[in-house]
């Protein structure tokens, strides 16, 4: 999840293009332009997959291209019965709805992605052959899907993850201004048997969002008149929700004059049970080097990066960092080691690698 910066989002909300309803199997309005046909896959690259939806094939074909599955909105809508919409004023494509509304941003400079107003840098949509597709990858990272894949004969089938018996709703702070609006959704969990674990999971979650917001309102009591217009807001992802354990990302992005906003990233892994929130320790504690053999592998990965600026020495923290299905992603705030260009920069590490052979991340959580 690279950085894509409310700059970005402007400039690809200026460039969109006037689209109706996704209809007849997902095709992109007629007029788009030549640079946006031109990011077409070419079809000597693409080779068809079948897609199944929980064992049953589809009327809907996906694409293989780029070493990953490409699905068509039009499966998302017609067989996983995710509504889809098209908002003029706003000039994006709403598929979903709740805690995984998924948005896109056709334009001529990409096809953009969001998830509860978070921008995924590292997802795009494309268009092929004249259809809107997303990655599936999508799909089984943020909007609580799973996959069997089988290359050899070409076949997707597609299913629900099963996933903690919770509840994750949107909440929002809101403050309208015109010169200084203030929109920051986060996101809070019902449904937990355990009552004040649910509250402490909640308050920690709020008290975070509550925290930027009053820094915000600082900076904004403190606006020149003179000054150009403030803006911030904030949206989050589930990344991880199974196996008792929740783990998801917010970010909130603040501009208050100059070349560029400012984003901050922070994540939160619970424990559904007590409602701890967990740390690197917590996961790895099978394996008492796990400190610095991570420390070993982000230095030669930092080191490896042209973009790497100096002055890692090892972790000083355990919280910058989230689930997925049977990895854990670190990541560093913009400006730690790298160039505010540079994005977030974030590392992938497999439970395999990191814990003894048959040893769970989650054993001591049970």
């Keep these: ?68 599955v490409w699905v068509p909105v039009s499966f998302l809508r017609d067989s996983l019965n995710m509504p889809v919409s098209y908002d003029k004023a706003d000039k994006t494509y709403s598929i979903g709805k709740g805690n995984t509304l998924t948005k896109l941003m056709v334009s001529d400079y990409g096809i953009s992605i969001s998830v509860n107003n978070y921008f995924l840098g590292d997802y795009e949509g494309k268009s092929i052959n004249n259809r809107l597709y997303v990655p599936f990858d999508l799909l089984t990272d943020y909007l609580g899907y799973k996959g069997d ?54 308050d920690m979650i709020k008290q975070t969002i509550l925290k930027y917001a009053a820094d915000a309102e600082n900076q904004i009591a403190n606006k020149s008149e003179d000054d150009r217009p403030y803006e911030f807001e904030g949206g989050y992802v589930v990344t991880y929700n199974q ?31 007590d409602g701890k929130r967990l740390l690197l320790g917590d996961l790895f504690g099978a394996n008492p080097n796990y400190k610095k053999e991570l420390n070993a592998k982000l ?61 769970s991340p989650f054993a001591a959580l049970k």
Excluded at 161 to 184: F, G, H, M
Excluded at 248 to 269: C, E, I, K, S
Excluded at 301 to 326: P, V
Aim: hydrophobic share 40%.
């Design 243 to 273: 196996n008792g354990v929740l783990s998801l990302v917010t970010q909130q992005y603040g501009y208050t004059g100059g070349a560029h906003g400012m984003t901050f990233r922070n994540a939160f892994t619970f424990s559904l049970k």
């Design 149 to 202: 894949w089988n290359a050899l004969s070409g076949r997707l089938n597609v299913m629900k993850q099963v996933q903690n018996a919770i509840t994750i709703k949107t909440e929002s702070y809101i403050k309208e201004r015109e010169d200084a609006p203030i929109k920051l959704d986060y996101p809070q969990v019902s449904g937990l048997e355990n009552a004040e674990a649910q509250k402490k999971i909640n």
């Design 1 to 68: 999840m690279n950085l894509i910066s409310k700059e970005q989002a402007r400039k690809w909300g200026a460039g969109m293009m006037a689209a109706g309803l996704l209809l007849g199997g997902g095709i992109l309005p007629a007029g788009t332009s030549q640079a946006a046909a031109a990011k077409q896959v070419a079809k000597a690259e693409q080779s068809q997959v079948v897609l199944k939806w929980n064992g049953s094939i589809t009327q809907q074909t996906g694409i293989y291209s780029g070493g990953k």
């Design 299 to 359: 230095t030669k990965l930092f080191k490896a990066d042209g973009g790497y600026l100096g002055g890692f020495t090892g972790l000083n923290t355990e919280k910058y960092f989230y689930l997925k299905e049977g990895k854990v992603v670190l990541f560093f705030q913009l400006y730690d080691y790298t160039a505010y260009a540079a994005g977030f920069p974030q590392f992938t590490f497999t439970f395999k690698e990191m814990l003894p052979d048959g040893s």
